[in-house]
DNA sequence: TCACTTTAAGTAAACGTTTACAATGCCTGT
DNA sequence: ACAGGCATTGTAAACGTTTACTTAAAGTGA
């Protein structure tokens, strides 16, 4: 038996497919309260699934986004994740996640052409730094996107993201403010997110008359963390702003292996705020983003609706900085 | 403009759509180079992309593998995914990956529905614990559906995952041959990852004459571990085996929050081996999985290939587990 | 040159829905 | 009893492809 459809249907109660669609559709006022139960009784009997790649393709439209992700933000995903998929069902969409391995251009690209192929009412990348190419290719398309935690600099660009040049300032600022002079800042990467950052960084410290190190450059990975600590020391901070709770996290741990005592010795300050933070011992001190915000206000901007662009940050206090005296 | 459909091309180029088709799709030897250069050149001006929606209608086909996750497994998704990715992709197949909220009913079940809606060629359920009437409707659909990290206990559903009884047999006797005497199990579910494990722990402890103690519940969260916690050291316990990298974390959490030395006072054993495991302090010594072929193995397994039932799992050594003597 | 094969291309049906439009029958008020 | 309206249903086109079948043209060997 192969799988039925509204024709079965339609043959078995004796009406035309058209009614069936109707009846199955919801379409109020447009049969009889007795042809409706016949024919979902019908169909419940049969078994009967629609299906959803005929109604698009008449639709020409999918009640579907996609969410580009990539692997370097397994620690915030879910939250992000949570926010949409939340937002998305509010709004009546579905949420399909298409993954682009670690920021692996050839999957990126075929996650967005894949997308784009579907005829889904938006796209939302999350965390995804994409090429000139790529960018053509969304732009070209009449599918509207947003970026998901990444900013361009530029609101021709939908996107929704904590103001990274804010949330480095604050993070840097509030070490000042603990008696600080010498911070690094350690595991950003030269694009969007990790030029704000450091710009942010820059500024705070000018403002304060500070010198600014050179920036330690890294991945967000907890690999890049383990590296850069021993570049954090030799450039003699007291503190270090890290990238991410995995850059935190590396640091931490090279720092146990190398006798460097935290806070003790070294302050680090965490960018993310995740559950990551209270895993490591000495807790993580954050600037902590709203990952789920981040989440459903892109979901309200990709369909159209109003929306914010940055969502605010804020620190939470946890046993990574010593107030220096 | 609209969208160009390979209608357009066709008007353009002078020729049948049905040739424009066999164009794009590769049909070799049923068209001259001269059009397909022609064809080719006037797609690319169009910006044509193809509509796979009306492709996998007449099709009746995807060549596309759902991948249902959940909240939980947090940590370890993204090797599966990446297994599973890889490997799909070796083997032609594209992926989406649909989200069900944290072990949410309602989600889950939209998850499975849309997936059967959509013709994929096979589904696989990541660590999701399915109901009665999931499982029916999986069953009942003609497409086929492969449990991730998940077994039932019955080669009737397919599966694959670690042997989760010889995993738990396993850590048992580890800690059994470093000395240990009273240990405890937390964290773990009644569903069957969790009652096989529980097995496990029993059927060691047996076999070494040992008391097992009463199983300590939980949801494999890091909140679950700090919780237990107490009743861990109630139960008088020198080491303990945490159900899941999260569960180990909390324990170590609340361990340090209470002055319990770790592992002076109490060993802790880990299940899964994620990089959490290199985060914390100790390092967590642990039970690690081999999440990649588990993924890998399972889309072999759900696209009909030769594929494994159980992959390996080994002991990572760290050093949140003490020798007593 | 002729019958025959090969190559290149076109025609039209099919996939499973939705929906504009048409048709039917019944009810209403006069 | 009849025009008009409404409720209910049916007919058929459309969505953008693929592909079985057909046709036309060109090449082949004797």
Redesign the pocket.
């Known amino acids: 038996m ?2 039925p ?3 079965d249907i ?1 043959a078995k109660s ?9 009846v ?2 919801n ?1 109020t ?8 139960t016949k024919i979902l009784k019908i169909a419940k009997e049969l078994g ?4 959803s ?3 698009d ?4 439209h999918s009640d579907v986004i996609a969410l580009i992700i990539n692997a370097t933000p397994t620690n915030f995903s879910t939250q992000i994740i949570d926010g949409i998929q939340q937002r998305a069902d509010e709004l009546g969409q579905g949420v399909i996640i298409l993954y682009a391995g670690n920021r692996d251009h050839a999957l990126q690209h075929q996650a967005i052409i894949t997308a784009l192929e579907r005829s889904v009412t938006g796209i939302l990348l999350a965390a995804i730094e994409p090429d000139e190419e790529d960018l053509t290719l969304l732009k070209e398309s009449r599918i509207p996107f947003c970026f998901v935690s990444l900013y361009f600099g530029t609101t021709a660009i939908l996107a929704v993201s904590s103001d990274n040049r804010e949330l480095a300032y604050q993070a840097t600022q509030y070490l000042i403010d603990r008696g600080h002079t010498r911070i690094s800042l350690a595991g950003i990467d030269g694009y969007h997110t990790g030029s704000q950052r450091q710009a942010g960084y820059q500024d705070a410290m000018a403002a304060n008359r500070l010198p600014a190190a050179t920036v330690l450059s890294g991945n967000y990975s907890y690999e890049a963390g383990k590296k850069l600590l021993q570049a954090v020391v030799d450039q003699g901070s007291t503190a270090v702003i890290a990238a991410s709770d995995m850059v935190a996290a590396g640091l931490l741990t090279a720092a146990h292996q190398q006798g460097v005592r935290v806070p003790a010795d070294l302050s680090i300050m965490s960018i993310d705020g995740t559950i990551i933070c209270q895993i490591t011992t000495p807790a993580l001190t954050s600037m902590t983003q709203d990952f789920y915000q981040i989440g459903s206000q892109s979901v309200n901007k990709v369909l159209g609706q109003p929306a914010a662009d940055f969502v605010s940050v804020s620190v939470t206090e946890r046993d990574s900085v010593a107030r220096l005296d």
């Open positions: 192969t799988k459809t509204i024709k339609a004796g009406v035309s497919i058209a009614t069936v669609s109707r199955l559709g379409k006022g447009s049969y009889s309260e007795k042809t409706r009967y699934r629609k299906n790649v005929a109604v393709l008449v639709k020409k």
